[in-house]
């Protein structure tokens, strides 16, 4: 997974927090996390794109949840960033060099193209079975006090 899916959820997860009808810009998004501004906007943009978050204009706007934290997953997100493809590509080395023989020799998928498989289908399925609802609870018995605390002064003026 890419970098943007990292800051993806988590800019997810502080959308979550915010009261209804607020917004925050790329910008200071990306200030709250530290990473560059022009690239993660086009994570946002395509977290908008996706449905998983709307951009409104104007003052008191920006980037905010377009439906609830608790029907957003976190596969949501992550095929919004990275996209729906599968990790593991098989191209079928196991028929190439020395010991190749027919085609008609080989089953329908190698041991090794199932385990992959079966590895991206029960993460696949983790990440759709946890919600940003789920990350923002987490993130609040999880952090530590005065992390959270300061977070809560930054967004108090970022809103303001």
């Not at 023989?101 to 029960?122: F, H, L, N, P, Q």
């Not at 399925?125 to 940003?132: F, G, H, V, W």
């Given at each position: 997974?890419?970098?943007?899916?990292?800051?993806?959820?988590?800019c997810?997860?502080?959308?979550?927090?915010?009261p209804?009808?607020k917004?925050?810009?790329?910008?200071?998004?990306?200030?709250?996390h530290?990473?560059?501004?022009?690239?993660?906007?086009?994570?946002?943009?395509?977290?908008?794109?996706?449905?998983?978050?709307?951009?409104?204009?104007?003052?008191?706007?920006?980037?905010?949840?377009?439906?609830?934290?608790r029907?957003?997953?976190?596969?949501?997100?992550?095929?919004?960033?990275?996209?729906?493809?599968?990790?593991?590509?098989?191209?079928e080395?196991?028929?190439?060099?020395?010991?190749?023989?027919?085609?008609?020799?080989?089953?329908?998928?190698?041991?090794?193209?199932?385990?992959?498989?079966?590895?991206?289908?029960?993460?696949?399925?983790?990440?759709?079975?946890?919600?940003?609802?789920?990350?923002?609870?987490?993130?609040?018995?999880?952090?530590?006090?005065?992390?959270?605390?300061k977070?809560?002064?930054?967004?108090?003026?970022?809103?303001?």
């Amino acid at each position: 997974m890419s970098d943007g899916v990292e800051w993806a959820v988590h800019c997810c997860t502080v959308l979550a927090a915010l009261p209804a009808g607020k917004g925050l810009t790329a910008a200071s998004l990306a200030e709250f996390h530290g990473v560059p501004s022009a690239y993660l906007a086009k994570h946002l943009q395509a977290l908008t794109r996706a449905g998983v978050l709307e951009a409104a204009p104007g003052r008191g706007g920006g980037y905010r949840l377009a439906k609830p934290a608790r029907e957003i997953s976190i596969c949501d997100v992550v095929e919004a960033v990275d996209g729906s493809a599968e990790a593991f590509r098989c191209r079928e080395i196991r028929r190439r060099g020395p010991s190749a023989v027919k085609a008609s020799a080989y089953g329908d998928m190698c041991g090794i193209a199932r385990v992959m498989k079966s590895a991206e289908t029960a993460y696949r399925a983790a990440l759709a079975a946890t919600s940003i609802a789920d990350l923002v609870r987490g993130l609040a018995a999880e952090a530590p006090p005065e992390a959270l605390a300061k977070g809560a002064v930054w967004l108090k003026e970022e809103l303001s």
